[in-house]
């Protein structure tokens, strides 16, 4: 089992930011790629960005590209989530998820993850 825990989220200005953060324990963390996913009120859960087990690598949704980075801390057990340039559109619960596969376009799809955490609320105002 893998237990994840987000934390950072808040209410911000657009063109503000904020960093969101995801704890985990349990099993190596460091043999997941992690992901990071949002869902508005009435939407679909969707990709936000991904990274693979030692951060090389990292994906993400177009409509975040340039804006927002992700980045892990091995020794930490943690990865995050830098947003930046924030627009009200970006309103959303924010979950992080942990892969326990390889770094590949799998990365952007929900039912590929193994362990989800519980969320954080990121709301910007206009």
């Known amino acids: 089992q893998v237990q994840l825990v987000e934390s950072g989220g808040g209410l911000v200005q657009a063109g503000g930011s904020l960093r969101l953060s995801c704890a985990a324990s349990g099993r190596t963390f460091s043999n997941y790629a992690m992901g990071w996913f949002r869902q508005a009120p009435g939407k679909e859960r969707e990709f936000v960005a991904a990274?693979?087990?030692?951060?090389?690598?990292?994906g993400y949704a177009d409509s975040v590209k340039g804006r927002f980075t992700i980045s892990r801390d091995n020794a930490k057990n943690t990865v995050y989530l830098q947003l930046n340039s924030l627009k009200p559109e970006d309103t959303a619960v924010y979950y992080c998820a942990a892969r326990f596969g390889p770094f590949s376009t799998a990365v952007i799809t929900t039912e590929k993850y193994d362990y989800w955490g519980q969320g954080t609320q990121v709301t910007v105002s206009s």
């Open positions: 990274i693979n087990r030692s951060g090389g690598s990292t």
